[in-house]
């Protein structure tokens, strides 16, 4: 799981390379890439050494399982940056999350029901229920409509960045909520990642930069 979150937080390091090669107005910089590296180690040190230790080097079904999650990581990059096409199109935040949301049911239904076979398990229960609409609610089609508005307004590169925030989160709801001890090296993963989010947004360091002159 570690390691999968390591991959995962490549995200941004592919979003800002295809977007630098496709939208005109997200250029790639120094700046850019220099941040999201600084993130991305603050990742690996968050979730600590033993998670490269389930690196596989050997083709295996962990390696392609690796591979799997780098493809989606790609993947992830890609969508943003087609995306982004939307506004240029006119098409709302809202209409796109919509959109999304519909294609992805009217695939997985028939996925779902051939795979997992809900017809053989048992009835679930009123709170089970309540917590499958919760997750499609909030978590997911509120969710995309969070996404395709910053998608919109701030660039695919921004909306990636997201992906480095889920170790921190983690980690910090652990250690509130469940008591779970917070290492120094969650401590130093969470500043790394900061500064790294600092650096890709820019203006922290314009402000720093204006106040020492």
């Not at 995306?83 to 049911?105: M, W």
Request: net charge neutral; glycine share 12%; charged share 10%.
């Amino acid at each position: 799981a570690g390691l999968a979150a390591i991959i995962n937080a490549s995200t941004p390091l592919f979003t800002v390379l295809i977007a630098g090669a496709f939208l005109v107005d997200e250029h790639m910089t120094p700046q850019k890439v220099i941040g999201v590296l600084v993130g991305l180690f603050g990742v690996g040190v968050l979730i600590g050494a033993d998670a490269f230790a389930e690196l596989g080097l050997n083709m295996s079904l962990t390696t392609l399982a690796q591979l799997a999650i780098l493809g989606a990581a790609i993947s992830y990059g890609c969508a943003s940056v087609f995306g982004r096409r939307f506004k240029s199109l006119g098409v709302s935040p809202f209409s796109t999350a919509v959109g999304q949301v519909t294609a992805a049911t009217i695939i997985l239904l028939p996925m779902s029901y051939i795979v997992e076979r809900p017809d053989q398990l048992a009835n679930p229960s009123l709170v089970t229920g309540l917590a499958i609409v919760c997750l499609g609610v909030f978590c997911t089609a509120l969710g995309y409509l969070l996404y395709f508005r910053i998608l919109s307004s701030s660039g695919a590169t921004n909306v990636v960045l997201v992906t480095f925030l889920v170790p921190v989160t983690a980690a910090f709801l652990g250690w509130l909520i469940l008591g779970e001890q917070l290492h120094g090296r969650y401590v130093t993963g969470m500043v790394l990642i900061g500064l790294g989010l600092a650096a890709i947004d820019g203006r922290p360091w314009e402000k720093l930069r204006a106040v020492l002159r």
